[in-house]
């Protein structure tokens, strides 16, 4: 079904096809028309955080921010699924035109500035779905809240979402929030996860179970950030950690239309730089905590490769856009 509507939904606005394409799950996700995206999926399981997916493979966050179609997506095989990125008050993000596709590539680059309904709306829409399996929600910060107080902003969403979430995942790499990725070092950096870990286990006390927290990193990344990085999650006795974010490198796209408009850029282009950042993360970790790879994952080699490099799951986002739910089904059902 997807190959019918792909020609049509690539040649429109990028932005309005996302929002064609999420109103269409949203509607038809609790009804027949289901069969449009709903597929089998081998069963893959894989242990992690002291959990059991599935199968390996997720959607990443960024597709479903305000967590809307969590059943369709579930219809699709995804062994986990990760919504948001959300924050605590409702935002419109970054003016438009703000998503551009570079198909040449099979990339994307946004510059959307977490638009969501804010953390509140997505909890109402978790409560709401039937789905029973793995759920990540990703927290980030409001645009307004200066930088020294993005700790508070963290708080706010992990307190509203704990009680939800299967696991929950900081955004401190989206390049799309000024200021954001500076969180991602040294004493910023310390001082944000001890206090995240401290909310996490009030929170764990309060409501009698622990919920895993882990952090999402940028790709665009020296090894010496990375050991640095993986230092502090591991003084602070973090979860787990995501590599990786979209890009701001453009040298894979040099000269293409849209190639230097601002944002994060994602897809296949972004293979080798997430391969690379996954495997010195697993290194300098040395299994403190697991890796999920997700950046440039578009068929069954790319999530092996992954795999093989230490990560223990893998997700998936821009290759979706392009190759649609099969995407899913050949990724797991080769591995």
């Known amino acids: 079904m997807y190959s019918l509507l792909k020609t049509f939904l690539l040649n429109q606005d990028p932005e309005w096809s996302h929002d064609f394409t999420i109103n269409w799950l949203k509607k038809t996700q609790h009804s027949f028309l289901n069969f449009t995206y709903k597929q ?29 179609c969590i059943d369709a997506f579930a219809a699709m095989g995804f062994g986990f699924i990760e919504v948001g990125t959300v924050t605590p008050k409702p935002q419109t993000g970054n003016d438009k035109p703000r ?3 570079i198909p ?3 990339a994307i680059i946004n ?10 709306y997505l909890v109402d829409r978790v409560k709401e779905a039937k789905y029973t399996g793995i759920l990540g929600i990703n927290i980030g910060k409001n645009k307004t809240t200066p930088e020294e107080n993005a700790l508070d902003d963290y708080v706010i969403c992990l307190r509203k979402v704990y009680e939800y ?10 390049p799309n929030t000024p200021g954001l990725r500076n969180l991602q070092y040294g004493d910023a950096l310390d001082a944000l996860l001890s206090g995240l870990k401290a909310e996490q286990l009030a929170l764990a006390e309060k409501h009698g179970k622990y919920v895993p927290v882990v952090i999402k990193i940028a790709p665009d990344l020296s090894d010496d950030e990375v050991a640095s990085i993986a230092e502090s999650l591991t003084r602070s006795k973090m979860d787990g950690v995501i590599t990786t974010n979209t890009t701001l490198d453009r040298e894979s796209v040099v000269g293409l239309p849209h190639a230097q408009e601002a944002g994060g850029l994602s897809g296949a282009v972004l293979t080798e730089k997430s391969q690379h950042i ?5 290194k300098c970790l040395n299994g403190a905590m697991p890796v999920i790879g997700v950046g440039g994952i578009n068929n069954v080699a790319s999530a092996k490769a992954r795999l093989d490099a230490g990560a223990t799951l893998v997700q998936v986002y821009s290759a979706l856009i392009y190759q649609g739910p099969p995407l899913v089904k050949s990724i797991v059902n080769g591995l």
């Open 111 to 120: 510059r959307m500035g977490f638009n969501n309904k804010g953390v509140d």
């Open 40 to 68: 089998p999926v081998e069963d893959k399981p894989v242990e992690c955080f002291g959990l059991t997916f599935k199968n390996p493979v997720g959607l990443a966050a960024g597709l479903d921010k305000n967590g809307e």
């Open 278 to 282: 996954t495997a010195e993360m697993v």
């Open 165 to 174: 979430a299967s696991y929950v995942t900081v955004n401190i790499s989206s």
């Open 104 to 106: 040449e590539k099979n």
């Open 99 to 101: 998503l551009f596709r």
